[in-house]
């Protein structure tokens, strides 16, 4: 299955506009296909399994920059920690009490997002608001919080999306006031895949997450 590099070049243009990042979702799609987008610069890639993401890393250039975007298991940190870019999912204290382990045991500082519950659906991982509003997270202190991530839920009303979006760019508003973290690091609102990405780009998204427009639909679940 080839990339689809006029995809590629378009979502490209419309997150200039925004000044918005692409993450470049690969799970479960080979070598060649990374390598082809690589090949036009995109440098930012997104695995959302552990053992995927490790075999790729060491297969494939060292600047590219690798995000971390499923459900982590704490136990599985420290393979990833070594290199990982930014976690978009940490999801739980105790996710990040580990992440703060392991990068202090690399000597490095690990950007994560933290992943908000936006979605009707029970299944999605994620911090509620008050949850959110209650983290300590000045014990994490090899940890730099970059951000806010959600998942929509899975559904084609419009509507429905972009209420979602309003509520996670809201919290993010919220989260920047409350906390006031220094601008410079709390700065990525992650939103929006291949089928909601123009919605999330619409309500303040400045990073999207895309796998299917680019390299094909996947054949296994995704986690
Ligand atoms: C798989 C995945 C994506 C990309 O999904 P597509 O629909 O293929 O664009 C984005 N975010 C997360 C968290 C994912 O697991």
């Given at each position: 299955?080839?990339?689809?590099?006029?995809?590629?070049?378009?979502?490209?243009?419309?997150?200039?506009?925004?000044?918005?990042?692409?993450v470049?979702?690969?799970?479960?799609?080979?070598?060649?296909?990374?390598?082809?987008?690589?090949?036009?610069?995109?440098?930012?890639?997104?695995?959302?399994?552990?053992?995927?993401?490790?075999?790729?890393?060491?297969?494939?250039?060292?600047?590219?920059?690798?995000?971390?975007?499923?459900?982590?298991?704490?136990?599985?940190?420290?393979?990833i920690?070594?290199?990982?870019?930014?976690?978009?999912?940490?999801?739980?204290?105790?996710?990040?009490?580990?992440?703060?382990?392991?990068?202090?045991?690399?000597?490095?500082?690990?950007?994560?997002?933290?992943?908000?519950?936006?979605?009707?659906?029970?299944?999605?991982?994620?911090?509620?608001?008050?949850?959110?509003?209650?983290?300590?997270?000045?014990?994490?202190?090899?940890?730099?919080?970059?951000g806010?991530?959600?998942?929509?839920?899975?559904?084609?009303?419009?509507?429905?999306?972009?209420?979602?979006?309003?509520?996670?760019?809201?919290?993010?508003?919220?989260?920047?006031?409350?906390?006031?973290?220094?601008?410079?690091?709390?700065?990525?609102?992650?939103?929006g895949?291949?089928?909601?990405?123009?919605?999330?780009?619409?309500?303040?998204?400045?990073?999207?997450?895309?796998?299917?427009?680019?390299?094909?639909?996947?054949?296994?679940?995704?986690?």
């Amino acid at each position: 299955m080839a990339v689809n590099i006029q995809a590629y070049q378009t979502i490209q243009q419309q997150l200039a506009a925004k000044k918005a990042t692409l993450v470049a979702v690969s799970k479960t799609k080979p070598i060649q296909d990374i390598l082809a987008l690589y090949q036009l610069g995109q440098r930012d890639f997104g695995e959302n399994y552990v053992q995927e993401l490790v075999d790729k890393q060491a297969a494939l250039p060292k600047d590219i920059r690798w995000h971390f975007i499923g459900h982590l298991q704490s136990n599985k940190v420290k393979y990833i920690a070594p290199f990982v870019h930014l976690i978009h999912s940490a999801d739980s204290p105790n996710l990040l009490k580990e992440i703060n382990k392991q990068a202090v045991k690399n000597n490095r500082n690990i950007q994560c997002l933290l992943q908000v519950h936006i979605a009707r659906e029970e299944t999605k991982f994620g911090f509620n608001e008050a949850e959110l509003m209650q983290l300590q997270l000045a014990a994490y202190q090899n940890i730099t919080i970059a951000g806010l991530m959600g998942m929509a839920s899975f559904s084609d009303d419009a509507n429905l999306l972009r209420t979602e979006f309003k509520c996670l760019k809201s919290l993010y508003q919220q989260y920047l006031t409350t906390f006031s973290p220094s601008p410079a690091s709390f700065s990525i609102l992650s939103m929006g895949m291949s089928s909601d990405y123009t919605i999330a780009l619409e309500e303040g998204s400045n990073m999207v997450r895309i796998g299917s427009i680019l390299f094909g639909v996947r054949n296994k679940p995704t986690a």
